[in-house]
C-alpha cells in the first residue's frame, strides 16, 4: 500500500498543488489548448493509474512533471511538427501588466510573443528543459529526473536552448535590449 491510501480523495489532494503547473507546461510544449489539455489528461490518468505504486524515490511534483514530460514528448513526436506558442494569443492568453501606458502595455506583447516565437522554435528536448528549468522554476535535479536524463545533460541542453534562444532573438534587439531603445521614446510615451 502507498503512502496516499487507496481512495480517488487521496489522489486528488496529493495533485491539486500542481494541476495548473502541469496544465501550463504542458501547454508551453504543445502550443495549444488543445493539445495541453489532451496531454494534461493523460498525464493525470497515467498518474491516477500509478499512483498506488508512487514510491517516493523522487518528489510527488516531480513524478508529475515526469509523466507529463513523457506524454508531450510522445504527442510532439506523434505530431512531427513543430509546436506553435502563438496558438496562446489566439487562445486568449496575455500576462497582466500593471503599467498603465498603452505603448509599455504593446512592447510588452511584442517582447512576450518574440519570446514566444522563439521558445517554439528550439528543439523539443531543450524547449522543454527551458520550460521545466526557466518556466517553472525545478531545479536542474527535478527537471532531469522529470526529462530522464542525468543531471549533466539537462544542464547541457538547458546551456544550448539559452543560447539558441538568444541567438534566435537577436534579431529582435530592439525589443528586449532596454539600453537600445531611446530614454525619451519611453518617456514621452509614458506622458500620453
Not at 78 to 88: E, G, I, M, P, Y
Not at 122 to 149: F, H, I, K, T, W
Not at 183 to 189: A, H, L, T, V
Amino acid at each position: 500500500m502507498s503512502i496516499f491510501g487507496k481512495s480517488a480523495e487521496a489522489f486528488e489532494r496529493a495533485v491539486a498543488p500542481f494541476e495548473r503547473q502541469i496544465y501550463f507546461t504542458c501547454l508551453r510544449m504543445m502550443g495549444n489548448r488543445q493539445d495541453a489539455e489532451d496531454c494534461a489528461q493523460e498525464a493525470m490518468l497515467k498518474a491516477y493509474r500509478s499512483f498506488e505504486s508512487f514510491r517516493r524515490e523522487a518528489g510527488f511534483g516531480t513524478w508529475l512533471y515526469t509523466i507529463a514530460a513523457r506524454c508531450c514528448m510522445d504527442a510532439l513526436r506523434a505530431r512531427k511538427t513543430d509546436a506553435s506558442l502563438d496558438a496562446l494569443r489566439e487562445a486568449g492568453w496575455e500576462k497582466e501588466d500593471e503599467s498603465p501606458s498603452p505603448y509599455l502595455l504593446m512592447e510588452a506583447t511584442e517582447r512576450r510573443l518574440a519570446l514566444e516565437r522563439g521558445i517554439s522554435r528550439l528543439p523539443d528536448e531543450q524547449r522543454l528543459a527551458l520550460v521545466l528549468c526557466d518556466l517553472q522554476g525545478l531545479s536542474y535535479e527535478e527537471a532531469a529526473s522529470a526529462m530522464n536524463c542525468p543531471p549533466g545533460t539537462l544542464r547541457s541542453r538547458l546551456h544550448r536552448a539559452r543560447q539558441s534562444l538568444k541567438k534566435i532573438l537577436s534579431g529582435e534587439r530592439e525589443l528586449l535590449d532596454e539600453a537600445d531603445r531611446l530614454s525619451d521614446e519611453r518617456g514621452k510615451q509614458d506622458d500620453l
